[in-house]
């Protein structure tokens, strides 16, 4: 089966053995706005506690969890690092681990730099390119255009643009711009597991501009080889870490702090609060 048509369907199991090469564990992929449900993720709350609780059930191993965030989603970690703390009450030390995110965004950028390095390679001068992903809130949204700007910035992309599956700009809306700013070609890059929804001709039945521009889906961002690969280094790393008795959890209720929306410190710029076992003082 190809990368693109495992994208499409992929497993529906959601708890899965360590990829191959990895100490045992038992993996649950945690699933957020990016996507991942077609890998086997399963959203953060109800659905991964019952998950982890099957996996827990199946086997006398650790389970590890894996936030499948590409890092514009500290809510996830944040999430997954609450459900395993809540679930470790009844269990004994050593059953459960959180992982490091799938990614963060400074591997996100890299992979779209390849990505639209290879998309635009036979006419750099006439296309652009197109990074979309599933709406999500306006920090996280935000967040894409910030690596939207990095990937144009570092590599040899005369436009960049963005836009959003159900967000603003939609798919059409994005062509429209990327025709308008002179491109004949545009190449969608997906920044998610998730493909968009429908066909890629689809978004050219919008205005006039958009209808002009010769679209090209590109596919998954990453193949099958190159998920499972990230996803045994994620899983060795927690499980090295679990036997010096660091279970994740502590950096990963962190996860969240600092994103979103500030918060004022006080006439004298300071506060002091406790995030997860860390207590600090600004």
Wanted: charged letters at 20%.
């Amino acid at each position: 089966m190809s990368a693109a048509a495992a994208e499409r369907t992929g497993p529906t199991e959601r708890t899965r053995p360590a990829p191959a090469g990895s100490p045992p564990a038992a993996v649950v992929l945690g699933a957020g706005h990016e996507g991942g449900a077609s890998l086997g993720a399963v959203p953060a709350g109800r659905p991964l506690a019952e998950a982890v609780t099957a996996a827990l059930a199946a086997s006398s191993g650790p389970v590890c969890v894996v936030p499948m965030t590409l890092g514009r989603d500290p809510k996830l970690i944040a999430d997954c690092a609450r459900a395993l703390r809540w679930l470790a009450r009844t269990e004994e030390p050593g059953r459960l681990v959180l992982a490091p995110p799938f990614a963060t965004a400074d591997h996100l950028t890299a992979w779209l730099r390849t990505a639209a390095q290879r998309a635009v390679r036979s006419a750099p001068q006439t296309s652009a390119v197109l990074v979309t992903a599933p709406a999500a809130g306006p920090f996280e949204d935000a967040d894409l255009f910030r690596v939207a700007r990095l990937v144009r910035q570092y590599g040899a992309h005369r436009w960049v643009e963005v836009a959003f599956d159900g967000g603003d700009p939609d798919l059409t809306e994005g062509v429209d711009r990327c025709r308008r700013l002179g491109a004949r070609h545009v190449a969608l890059v997906r920044a998610a597991f998730t493909l968009p929804p429908g066909d890629a001709t689809e978004v050219t039945g919008g205005p006039p501009a958009a209808r002009d521009a010769d679209v090209v889906d590109t596919g998954p961002l990453l193949g099958a080889a190159a998920i499972e690969e990230v996803l045994r280094s994620r899983v060795a790393h927690a499980l090295h870490g679990l036997a010096h008795g660091d279970d994740g959890t502590g950096a990963g209720l962190d996860a969240e702090h600092g994103h979103g929306y500030a918060h004022a410190h006080g006439p004298d710029g300071g506060h002091d609060h406790a995030h997860g076992h860390a207590h600090h003082h600004h």
